[in-house]
């Protein structure tokens, strides 16, 4: 599995698109030749991403931890 390939792969398990991946990081049409192994990417552009998918793991265990805490203390 290439790093492209990678990358597609957590970002549609993620279910978020090209352009929300890519923003602040890369253009859209880089990162989509990034996942089609069109382009390569440094290591300091791979990591900035792996940073943007670790800030959306954390989200999304934030908001599963509060909806479990409001779950308890609710009922």
Excluded: N, P, W
């Amino acid at each position: 599995m290439t790093i492209g390939e990678a990358l597609k792969s957590v970002r549609l398990h993620a279910g978020i698109s090209q352009t929300e991946m890519a923003v602040g990081i890369v253009s859209e049409s880089f990162y989509s030749k990034v996942e089609r192994g069109v382009h390569a990417i440094d290591a300091e552009t791979l990591i900035e991403f792996c940073r943007f998918i670790i800030l959306m793991l954390l989200a999304f265990l934030h908001k599963l931890i509060i909806s479990h805490l409001l779950d308890h203390f609710l009922s």
